[in-house]
């Protein structure tokens, strides 16, 4: 029902063909503007989604109207707030589509019988957590000790696909630079 | 056998008393003198710790020295570097003793044996690693939207226990600032 979820389920799991249609089957497939939100600071996060084509951005905004960007979500990957999402609480971020963009969401009642019924769901679930959280950890550890040109070549080496989709402006906020600086930086590295 | 370790478990966990004499059996008492490492950058983290007593800290070392801490652990927590210790690969950081402290400490081995065979633990182990990312992402999101000031407070409000613990050097190193902005922030909020 949802060709390419289905072919990133056979790429990336052992799930069986049935258990493939199953999982597809309980998706609700929704098409995304540019700038459209699935998810609203101070609204609970009810739903896993999978991004089938686009891009997405989980973001906070500071009362100043600025933006720290957490999450860059391209086709193939998944979103959600986790802690809104497992707790039930309301969301201190943001999530919405960067480009026009098809997303498949469950809700958290069918994802988690999905979870309970499908053992290789659950171990790619817990695989993606394991993964986010080793990446916490590095980019952590690069903000904490990476002057600003080296974050950019970071983000340079690690998402090669997104330089060109993202405008400036939200490559600066995922890093937690100024626009000034990053423009900088670039044009240092045109010049040199 | 560790009978704080005990009452942790009792506090934190149902297990049964013969769960829980069970996974305190496998465990090996280790005593750290203070700048004592269970885990430098370059070495497999091998082993699953229980900070007892005493407190621990998960830090990078840059070429010119400096120090980026990713995290503390005090009495009654849990650490490891957990990259490493999935994948069985090299660490990029280091584990040591800020103060003279007393772990537990199981072999991969053991710990993959107690979580199959007691169901409770491995629901610990897993509210700990939810715990763990919705930190993370908090303590990103602060460190990409906070000016120093408030990344100080968010430190006070969050770890009242461990201010007077810790060297101003080791909390500068952990927000990501210079000592002397953050001798600079104290004193400004002594007077004013």
Redesign the interface.
Known sequence: MHPQFETYLQTHTNLTANDIALVSSMATLRVLKRNESVLDAGDICKHKTFVVSGLLRNY?A?ADG?E???RFSPENSWTLD??SY?KQEPS??NISAIEPSQVLMWSKTDFQHLLVNVPALKELAEQL??N???Y??????T???ASAEERYEDFIQRFPNLLARLPLRMIA?YL?ISLKTLTRIRHAQLTR
């Open positions: 906070g500071s600025s720290h960007i957490l986790v802690e497992d201190v971020i957590i394991a986010n959280t080793y916490s950890s590095q980019r952590m550890l903000t904490l000790s906020a937690g």
